[in-house]
């Protein structure tokens, strides 16, 4: 298995609703990314996770919540979401530790729009 | 990470090689050049990377200056399925604490039928 699944593929959420985002790898990879992308911009990283630890949160709202149960999975827990928040959602994965400078694999994304 | 420079869009027509060029003129000694592409509405994907010789695989081909100061991606046989916007990288090996991957604007190629 070599891919990055992310569920849902399109989300529409209302202001005060709480959903939450989900991203799954099976490569034995050991750091784990989301990313925000806009239309016509380039990913933005937000968060990484590292042997599922928090190692890199840049600056993101506290209305954006990652949680990272397990080697395998990425939790982005969404609440009181604003329309510009709408974006690309982006999962991805890394290698850690190996001298493998290629290993970022990136999912197809959740499309969110807040309403 | 070293910054990079792209052009915002290039055209290329269908069945010839894509040349897309890359500046890096601060890139350090332990920085390699990564190149990515996104296909609209999907994932980055990894295409080809290298550190100072030029490298090839079943996707692309990454031709680096001697200085290290710039590269080109060159696609070639470019196809409609090319269309995309293709980032260039520079960064050195992922470790613990330093596993940001950024992206810069990129370039927009179109291949024209």
């Known amino acids: 298995d070599t891919e990055v699944t992310q569920t849902p593929k399109h989300l529409v959420m209302g202001m005060t609703n709480k959903k939450s985002l989900k991203c799954e790898q099976h490569?034995?990879?050991?750091?784990m990314y989301w990313y925000k992308q806009k239309a016509k911009k380039p990913p933005e990283l937000m968060f990484v996770?590292?042997?599922?630890?928090?190692?890199i949160n840049e600056s993101v709202p506290s209305r954006f919540s990652p949680e990272c149960p397990n080697s395998s999975l990425l939790n982005l827990h969404l609440h009181a979401l604003q329309p510009e928040d709408s974006a690309l959602y982006l999962c991805?994965?890394?290698?850690?530790?190996?001298?493998?400078?290629?290993?970022?694999?990136f999912g197809s994304g959740t499309r969110l729009t807040v309403v | 990470d070293a910054k990079t420079t792209q052009p915002p869009s290039m055209d290329c027509a269908e069945g010839r090689a894509a040349n897309l060029p890359c500046n890096h003129s601060?890139?350090?000694?332990?920085?390699?050049v990564y190149w990515y592409r996104q296909i609209h509405s999907q994932g980055p994907q990894y295409i080809i990377h290298?550190?100072?010789n030029n490298e090839t695989n079943e996707m692309a081909s990454l031709i680096i200056t001697e200085d290290r100061k710039s590269s080109t991606l060159i696609l070639p046989h470019a196809t409609l399925r090319d269309t995309a916007v293709y980032y260039c990288?520079?960064?050195?090996?992922?470790?613990?604490?330093?596993?940001?991957?950024?992206f810069g604007t990129g370039t927009r190629l179109t291949i024209i039928p």
């Open positions: 991805a994965s890394s290698q850690r530790g190996q001298n493998l400078p290629w290993g970022y694999t």
């Open positions: 490569m034995g990879h050991r750091a």
């Open positions: 996770y590292s042997y599922e630890k928090l190692s």
């Open positions: 601060t890139i350090s000694g332990n920085e390699y």
């Open positions: 290298g550190l100072k």
């Open positions: 990288i520079v960064r050195p090996l992922p470790n613990f604490g330093n596993e940001k991957l950024t």
